[in-house]
């Protein structure tokens, strides 16, 4: 029985250890507790939430400099969020497209 409790003490403690920081309401010492966000990118995203909230990752890449999608994924998974959603990246739909003046790949029967 005791072993049941510690264990789920040990688990609620964890669970509060990490917390999400959502970019909108965070001030300089959460961004800067997120791994990879230092006090020179926490300033830029104060200065830039200055003239609005972000209003989703899309919005957040697409306004602060230095961040894409493979940097938002990595901060995602540090405990940043946007309006208190994780990034989810969005896949590229790769289609078959035959580019221009190539020969499909198929080979041409002989006759």
Do not use: H
């Amino acid at each position: 029985m005791y072993k049941k409790l510690l264990s789920l003490f040990i688990a609620g403690f964890a669970a509060t250890a990490f917390a999400a920081v959502d970019v909108n309401t965070a001030n300089p010492a959460d961004l800067d507790s997120i791994k990879g966000i230092g006090p020179g990118t926490s300033t830029k995203i104060l200065e830039v939430r200055k003239s609005g909230k972000f209003k989703d990752w899309a919005d957040l890449i697409e306004r602060m400099p230095g961040i894409g999608e493979k940097r938002a994924a990595k901060l995602s998974a540090e405990g940043l969020t946007v309006n208190g959603e994780a990034f989810k990246p969005v896949a590229a739909a790769k289609s078959p497209v035959e580019k221009p003046g190539k020969a499909s790949a198929a080979p041409v029967p002989k006759q």
